[in-house]
C-alpha cells in the first residue's frame, strides 16, 4: 500500500469512528445507541401462511430440519428420555454431557452403560472435557419453522454456547409450545442480549468448488427429538 493510499485509509477510518463517536454521545446517558431500533418485521404467516395451527408449524418445522440433514425423532411427553437414549445407543455414545436444568434428566440418566457429565452454570465443563464427549443433550429456547432453525440461549436446560459446539454430537429437545412460523416471532419471544446459538441442522460449509464439509463450526450430526404436546 502506497504512503497516499494509507493515508487516504487512516482519513476514512478516523470518519467512520468520528460518526459513531458522535453517535454514541447523542444517546441517553447508559443507553446503547441502537437500542431503540423500531423492529417492524413483516411476518411471512401475515402474508402467506394466516391460519397456520401449531400441527403445521410443527410439520413445517419437520420438513424443514429433514431437508437440513438433521436426524428428527417425534414423541410423547413421556418419551422424551427412551427416545434420546435410542438415539444415543444408535450411534454408540457412552460418556455424554447433559445440562443440569433438563426436564428429563433424572429419567435420562437413571439407566447404565452411559457415563453422564452435568453441565451448569455454576460447573461448567472444560472444554477439553467437552472435546473428549461423544455427545450432549440439550432443551431449545425456540424453534422456527420456516427457516428449520433452533434457537439455544444458554439457559439451564441448555448449557453455555461451548457445551453445543465443541461436541461432535448434539441431541437437542424440541418442544411442540415453542415452535413458531418466522423469526420475527421468535424474536419477540427471545431475550436478544442473551447469548443466542441459531442452529440451522449439523455444522457444515464448502469451498469454492462446493466441496461439502461437516463439523467446522460446531457438531457433524444433529439429532433433534420433536415433543408433541398430544
Known amino acids: 500500500m502506497s504512503t497516499r493510499d494509507a493515508t487516504a485509509s487512516a482519513a476514512a477510518r478516523e470518519e467512520v469512528l468520528g460518526r459513531l463517536r458522535q453517535a454514541?454521545?447523542?444517546?441517553?446517558?447508559g443507553d446503547w445507541p441502537y437500542a431503540q431500533l423500531t423492529r417492524d418485521y413483516r411476518e411471512p404467516e401475515e402474508r402467506t401462511a394466516a391460519g397456520l395451527?401449531?400441527?403445521a408449524r410443527l410439520e413445517l418445522l419437520v420438513d424443514r430440519l429433514v431437508d437440513y440433514k438433521a436426524?428428527?425423532?417425534e414423541c410423547a411427553p413421556a418419551e422424551v428420555a427412551a427416545t434420546v437414549r435410542a438415539r444415543?445407543?444408535?450411534?454408540?455414545a457412552r460418556r455424554v454431557g447433559v445440562a443440569a436444568g433438563l426436564p428429563e434428566r433424572e429419567a435420562l440418566t437413571a439407566g447404565d452403560g452411559v457415563e453422564w457429565l452435568v453441565e451448569s452454570a455454576d460447573d461448567?465443563?472444560?472444554?477439553?472435557?467437552l472435546d473428549g464427549v461423544d455427545a450432549v443433550v440439550t432443551g431449545s429456547a425456540v424453534a422456527v419453522a420456516l427457516t428449520g432453525t433452533i434457537v439455544l440461549d444458554a439457559s439451564?436446560?441448555?448449557?453455555?454456547?461451548?457445551f453445543t459446539l465443541v461436541p461432535d454430537h448434539?441431541?437437542?429437545?424440541v418442544r411442540e409450545a415453542d415452535v413458531v412460523h418466522g423469526v420475527g416471532e421468535a424474536l419477540r419471544r427471545l431475550d436478544t442480549t442473551r447469548p443466542l446459538t441459531w442452529v440451522s441442522g449439523p455444522s457444515a460449509t464448502s469451498d469454492i468448488e462446493l466441496d461439502r464439509v461437516e463439523g467446522v463450526h460446531g457438531p457433524r450430526v444433529l439429532d433433534v427429538v420433536v415433543v408433541r404436546d398430544s
Open 24 to 29: 454514541h454521545a447523542a444517546a441517553p446517558p
Open 156 to 162: 439451564a436446560d441448555q448449557g453455555r454456547r461451548a
Open 170 to 173: 448434539h441431541v437437542c429437545v
Open 53 to 55: 395451527d401449531r400441527s
Open 71 to 73: 436426524e428428527v425423532r
Open 124 to 129: 461448567p465443563l472444560p472444554v477439553d472435557v
Open 88 to 92: 444415543l445407543d444408535a450411534r454408540g
